[in-house]
């Protein structure tokens, strides 16, 4: 068994002098080499980023200066978020060499407060899938289980935290990105609400939708990686002034007295049986923490997944007109400008890339608009209605994060509708713009894990975190 | 939901997305499918409602004044050339546009 690395251990062996910041990432990228042939969680490593970064922290160490936030931890990034000088290739074939001349926001934070980006990890093409199956580069592997999806479309960040490649990882979250491979893989991942964390940067699938959020082996670092990130950004007019408090020291409040929603459509049918029975044993949990576990309703959480469907890819058709041929990226030659951008297209997006667009382009398409588009942006509202009511009863709301575990590899390919359901507990707090987290919630058929999802008010991560905290301190990871 | 051919064809078009014939009759299929689930959304009287057009509610907004017009030094034209299919220092290069 390899260790577990977390923030405060590395920290703390920096200080003491036991490993240098230098030794620890070429430790990690010895793992990455045993593992990564297996798991694919990678897709491309930085090792000379890497090194210069590692360089400064030990020179901060041996000068005594103090060490910021993650100070020499070894970080994985999903390969849509843009990364200077390291290929991004957002798991497509139209970007295979595509190298950002800038740093996305959450990336320049990072690394001022000292962290290492080991590599990209691996996802589902633009982010685009539920399973990684998508990627063009092949599926990552769950590490619980090989035979099995790691989820999507983070899954690669999943994955590689899961089996101690990266201290932590950066992921996005459209319509359950983030929170369903954190659940597939048994860490803890996390989605701040919407305008939380700064989107310059991360290369767009679906604008009100896409999140940047991390996946730690623990809370604590959760909330740290999150402190780090979040923030105001001028260079993205959605992220907001909303102060951002210090998650570490606010996890540790109690959440004894706390009303906690349990909404019955989150319990439908579809639900494996013993997922059922995990989920409602950590529900046990929080009544022996003292909370309230409320019965509440959430009429339209039925609706959600064709509202989605509707909106994120009719966002997608019109972010990803940017792929052309002409500026970045691959291009297929022709004659005409319009056969090279239709050759282009057709030869770099994959399979449920097409079909996103074309399903995006056609609600948005000249006397469907109104059918489709405008009638989806109206049920996102009444989606949106039954979070704020529910909050008016409840302080949190508690949900299983996927209603089956990882599905084996092959199963679920072939028809991009059952895929499209396999999102159905987490599109609704994509929708609705809330905070969210899944934590692990015990393991079923002795190895898979399960995964339990914790919905906050906008803006509120810290409450999220505590229940989340909580939670774990209590042993909800092994129910 | 009945899509045809035709539609596909139509949204490839409007997508500048060459399909193959496989692919078309595939969406075609699949599209139908799909647009059948979202036909769902049609049992929700939704007459009395304000479309979400974006996420942040009004006491939430993010700092929507404009920000000042600063010239700030920007030298990255190189390294985005350096990434085009085929640059034309200082210009990208693309087929014939028009015919003379």
């Known amino acids: 068994m390899t260790t577990t690395w977390t923030i405060d251990g590395v920290r703390a062996a920096l200080s003491e002098k036991k490993i240098s910041a230098r030794e620890l990432s070429a430790e990690f990228y010895k793992r990455i080499e045993a593992r990564n042939p297996e798991l694919n969680a990678f897709l491309a490593l930085a090792p000379e980023r ?21 100070a020499g931890v070894p970080i994985a990034v999903k390969d849509v978020i843009s990364t200077r000088g390291i290929v991004t290739t957002c798991g497509s074939r139209i970007l295979q060499n595509y190298v950002p001349p800038y740093d996305a926001t959450a990336i320049e934070r990072l690394d001022a407060a000292g962290a290492i ?13 539920s399973s990684n199956e998508n990627s063009a580069y092949g599926a990552v592997k769950n590490p619980a289980s090989t035979d099995r999806v790691p989820g999507g479309s983070s899954g690669g960040s999943a994955a590689a935290v899961a089996a101690g490649l990266a201290v932590a990882a950066l992921g996005t979250d459209t319509g359950g990105s983030i929170r369903q491979p954190g659940s597939f893989c048994g860490v803890p991942a996390m989605m701040g609400s919407y305008g939380r964390v700064s989107r310059y940067g991360l290369i767009a699938f679906a604008s009100s939708l896409d999140r940047i959020g991390p996946f730690a082996t623990n809370i604590k670092d ?11 950004d001028p260079h993205d007019s959605t992220s907001t002034t909303a102060p951002v408090p210090d998650y570490q020291n606010e996890i540790v409040k109690p ?20 997922v059922r029975q995990k989920i409602e044993a950590g529900l046990e949990i929080y009544k022996k923490l003292g909370c309230e576990l409320v019965d509440i309703r959430m009429p339209h959480t039925d609706y959600a997944i064709a509202t989605y469907y509707i909106i994120a890819t009719a ?3 019109s ?16 004659d005409s400008l319009l056969a090279m951008y239709r050759k282009t297209r057709g030869s770099g997006f994959g399979d449920e890339v097409k079909r996103r667009i074309v399903l995006g382009t ?18 996102r509202a009444l989606i949106a209605k039954d979070f704020r009511d529910a909050f008016e009863k409840v302080d949190a709301i508690v949900t299983p994060t996927s209603p089956v575990p990882a599905f084996r590899l092959g199963e679920r390919s072939q028809n991009p509708l059952q895929m499209y359901l396999a999102d159905i507990y987490t599109v609704t707090g994509s929708l609705a713009g809330v905070p969210g987290i899944s934590v692990p919630c015990g393991k079923v058929c002795g190895k898979l894990p399960v995964g339990l999802q914790i919905f906050g008010t906008p803006f509120d991560e810290a409450r999220v975190l505590q229940l989340a905290y909580a939670f774990e301190q209590a042993g909800g990871a092994s129910v | 939901m009945k899509i045809t051919r035709e539609d596909v064809v139509r949204v490839a078009e409007l997508a500048y997305l060459d399909l193959s014939e496989d692919e078309l009759e595939k969406y075609r299929r699949q599209l139908d499918e799909i647009l059948t689930y979202i036909g769902k959304l049609n049992e929700l009287d939704t007459s009395g409602v304000a479309p979400m057009a974006q ?10 004044t404009l920000r000042e017009d600063l010239v700030v030094p920007s030298a990255v034209a190189d390294d985005v050339l350096r990434q085009a299919p085929d640059p034309e220092p200082p210009y990208f290069r693309v087929p014939k546009v028009l015919e003379r």
């Open chain 1, 50 to 70: 890497a090194r210069k970064q590692a360089d400064k922290i030990d020179a901060l160490i041996a000068s005594g200066k103090p060490l910021p936030a993650l």
């Open chain 1, 255 to 274: 959440v004894k007295g706390l009303r906690l929603g349990v909404p019955k459509e989150y319990f439908g049918e579809g639900m494996d049986a013993p």
């Open chain 1, 117 to 129: 980006i080991l590599g990209k990890t691996n996802c589902d093409e633009f982010a685009m899938g």
């Open chain 1, 222 to 232: 959760i909330a740290a990686m999150l402190g780090v990130i979040a923030g105001r």
């Open chain 2, 55 to 64: 996420v942040l509610a009004d006491d939430q907004t993010a700092d929507a």
């Open chain 1, 362 to 379: 056609y609600v948005l398409s000249a006397g469907y608009y109104d059918a489709y588009y405008l009638k989806g942006q109206k049920v």
């Open chain 1, 319 to 334: 972010n990803l007109a940017r792929y052309d041929g002409v500026r970045f990226g691959l291009r297929v030659d022709s």
């Open chain 1, 315 to 317: 966002e997608a058709s």
